[in-house]
């Protein structure tokens, strides 16, 4: 047995603790918006407010407390739930009793205004308050606007089971840290989601355990950069308690690795400045730790790169690229783009569609540049690029992603490959879905195979977004 097995072994005898959300007197109607961290949080809110009574509902009509679980990323991401406020107020019109309460990211920068000067919901919650809910509604009930966004250095909600919603019980998400202290210079999230801090592994492990134990088949370890996880260490590299074990995300990932092999293991999100040769050899070594790496690059221009605070060049980017294709040949990679940041000149964007032509992304999430309130960018720089270059940008980023995809998929085409089927298709209940180790989506005919099971398929056809197969 290693260090870490005995560890697990001696401390983690707890069984899964089930968590009724059906039966609860009060009805909670709760919404979600933004990443997956967001989602993962609403699985803490739900249980939280479980153990005080309330039932999680679909039809919002039902429901005495609707909770929106919000996000500042981009100023359209504001508005969507701001239209959705707007429409809940409706609501509350028709039901005196209705309350509604906004939590997440946008809860520390409007609260006042949320709450005093549109008057719009009852209680607004930040990321870091969640406990506190059930004392909130409390003071709500007695006829008080309620509001908690102070932010933590210390809450991972490590203790809290979360309740799974929405689930298909074969894919689920497990928080392992949480905040940033990155400060990119365009990004938010530090502002709303607080400083960096790493859960405590053998909680993660536990749940993953639990996950296995009740069927689930996947687990996404989320972290807003999870290559900077840290247990039992400063950043300055100081043992904080030499009785206990040090664990990076290297050996978080392989103690999750370890659960099950029947439990396949993805992550996200990466950062091209943190992102060790370690991690990767971990990847290689486990066939259930998924050959997938999200990788976000922003800006192909090492310029753009220092004014976004990313902490790397074109160069050490690629560096990283070729980590990735020397350790795991066959792993694919996703990223996120923004154009038109501050000052970008025409021939900065030509450089991020060459580094696009250079490592020829499997997918790829591509933003405008929206300036936020309170960030570093916003007070040092100047949103100075035209929104008509912004959108031109813009398309030609995503032209070129397509045909890199529809490429990509291309390749696959003629070979067979080990899918866990999560669902039936949307688009042909005779079809079921499922996605390889790449995290490419396969649909194939049904046959006798079921969701939740790991089969082979041959694929024989394809578009940028979807392969199609038959089962093998
Ligand atoms: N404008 C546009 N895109 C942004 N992102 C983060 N902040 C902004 C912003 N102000 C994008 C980044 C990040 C992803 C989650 O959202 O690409 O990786
Ligand atoms: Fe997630 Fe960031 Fe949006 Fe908050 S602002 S929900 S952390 S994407």
Redesign the pocket.
Known sequence: MTGKEKLLAEELQGSPTVIDTKTGSKKLFLESYG?AMNFSDSEIVASILAENGYQTVDQIDDADLILVNTCS??DKAEQTVRNRLNHFKGLKRKNQHLKVGVLGCMAERLKSQLLEEEKLVDLVVGPDAYRDIPKLLDEVEEGQKAVNVLLSREETYADINPVKLNTNGITAFISIMRGCDNMCT???VPFTRGRERSRDPKSIVEEARQLAEQGYKEVTLLGQNVDSYRWNITKKGEVINPDEEVVNFANLMEMVAQVSPDLRVRFS?SHPKDMTDEVLQVMAKYENICNYIHL?V?SGNSEVLKKMNRGYTREWYMDRIAAINKYIPDCAIST???TGFCGETEEQHQETLSLMEQVKYDFA?M??????PK?LAERKYEDDVPEEVKSRRLTEIVDLQMKHSLERNKKMVGKDYKILIEGVSKKNKDELFGRTSQNTVVVFPKKDAVPGTYVNVHVHDCTAATLKGELI
């Open positions: 990443c990323i981009r365009f990004c938010v999100t976000p922003q996120d783009i923004i999430y933003y405008k540049y929206s300036e936020r960030t």
